[in-house]
């Protein structure tokens, strides 16, 4: 038939891996019927007599997934206020943050996709990765029940809530890197990125540099992901660096030195005597 995607998984055009491995990687008793539905992506169903799709469990899934960080972060940060939680929340549950979670799991090699979007790096397209995740998340919550969905959330997400705690006020490193430059008067961050690999497989190296030195490097599937790793590294060296300064350098820095890691000046060399030499045989005062 014209335009149908082959439905094997050994190799065919639709040549992802056995969903069943993925029973496995998840540690939950889903159901094998439920978890095919939930890695369906409509452009599959569109080539192959429209089957269910995943959009309905992402739209549970989603939910699901807002309920368990929300209340992770309740639980988690008494003291801070609904504004900052919200951010948080944000920052964990955003597309980015799903798809990174999706690609640590290898989710893409398992997702049923029709051929147009296979040969357009549709397994690597943080859209695709993030909402398939949350379908995942949906049918666990069905098949399993909430204790186990939530379980599966806390194994997936909790290092993500731990990483966002840290960003302050930023949304992601990038900003908060850029903030924490600002108010140490270093400079503007600037990202160096170098891509390898196939179209449909590309990997991605970022450097960055503030005030010229090179203080962090990432690698990601993307090059939003290289640089977020990257400024992380930065984050944290810049930090540990602050942390080690003595005060006469905190003093200098504080006046638009700049570098956290400076030492007072020198006084300067004297230029000699202001005062004209003793003739010879003058008497001592």
Same mark, same amino acid.
């Given at each position: 038939?014209?335009?149908?995607?082959?439905?094997?998984?050994?190799?065919?055009?639709?040549?992802?891996?056995?969903?069943?491995?993925?029973?496995?990687?998840?540690?939950?008793?889903?159901?094998?019927?439920?978890?095919?539905?939930?890695?369906?992506?409509?452009?599959?169903?569109?080539?192959?007599?429209?089957?269910?799709?995943?959009?309905?469990?992402?739209?549970?899934?989603?939910?699901?997934?807002?309920?368990?960080?929300?209340?992770?972060?309740?639980?988690?940060?008494?003291?801070?206020?609904?504004?900052?939680?919200?951010?948080?929340?944000?920052?964990?549950?955003?597309?980015?943050?799903?798809?990174?979670?999706?690609?640590?799991?290898?989710?893409?090699?398992?997702?049923?996709?029709?051929?147009?979007?296979?040969?357009?790096?549709?397994?690597?397209? +943080?859209?695709?990765? &993030?909402?398939?995740?949350? *379908?995942?998340?949906?049918?666990?919550? @069905?098949?399993?029940?909430? /204790? =186990?969905?939530?379980?599966?959330?806390?194994?997936?997400?909790?290092?993500?809530?731990?990483?966002?705690?840290?960003?302050?006020?930023?949304?992601?490193?990038?900003?908060?890197?850029?903030?924490?430059?600002?108010?140490?008067?270093?400079?503007?961050?600037?990202?160096?990125?170098?891509?390898?690999?196939?179209?449909?497989?590309?990997?991605?190296?970022?450097?960055?540099?503030?005030?010229?030195?090179?203080?962090?490097?990432?690698?990601?599937? +993307?090059?939003?992901? &290289?640089?977020?790793?990257? *400024?992380?590294?930065?984050?944290?060296? @810049?930090?540990?660096?602050? /942390? =080690?300064?003595?005060?006469?350098?905190e003093t200098d820095r504080a006046a638009g030195n700049g570098d956290l890691r400076s030492e007072p000046p020198e006084s300067p060399?004297?230029?000699?005597?202001?005062?004209?030499?003793?003739?010879?045989?003058?008497?001592?005062?």
């Amino acid at each position: 038939m014209v335009g149908v995607v082959s439905q094997s998984w050994d190799g065919g055009v639709n040549a992802g891996k056995d969903p069943a491995e993925f029973r496995h990687v998840l540690g939950v008793p889903i159901m094998p019927a439920s978890l095919e539905r939930a890695l369906t992506h409509r452009s599959y169903a569109y080539e192959n007599a429209n089957p269910p799709t995943n959009e309905r469990l992402e739209f549970l899934g989603d939910s699901v997934l807002g309920l368990v960080v929300t209340d992770t972060l309740f639980r988690g940060y008494p003291n801070l206020p609904e504004g900052q939680l919200a951010k948080l929340r944000a920052a964990v549950v955003q597309m980015g943050s799903l798809a990174e979670v999706a690609r640590e799991l290898d989710l893409g090699s398992y997702v049923k996709l029709g051929r147009g979007e296979q040969v357009t790096g549709g397994r690597n397209k +943080s859209s695709i990765l &993030a909402d398939t995740l949350e *379908a995942v998340i949906g049918a666990v919550y @069905i098949d399993c029940g909430l /204790a =186990d969905a939530s379980g599966l959330v806390h194994r997936l997400f909790d290092p993500v809530i731990a990483r966002a705690a840290r960003l302050g006020a930023g949304l992601d490193w990038k900003t908060s890197l850029q903030e924490l430059t600002a108010g140490h008067v270093l400079g503007v961050p600037e990202y160096v990125v170098e891509e390898s690999g196939p179209d449909h497989q590309k990997s991605f190296h970022a450097v960055v540099k503030v005030g010229g030195r090179v203080l962090g490097s990432g690698h990601g599937r +993307s090059k939003k992901a &290289a640089e977020q790793q990257a *400024a992380e590294a930065a984050w944290n060296a @810049i930090t540990a660096e602050a /942390a =080690d300064v003595p005060m006469a350098a905190e003093t200098d820095r504080a006046a638009g030195n700049g570098d956290l890691r400076s030492e007072p000046p020198e006084s300067p060399e004297p230029s000699g005597s202001s005062e004209p030499p003793e003739p010879p045989g003058s008497p001592e005062r």
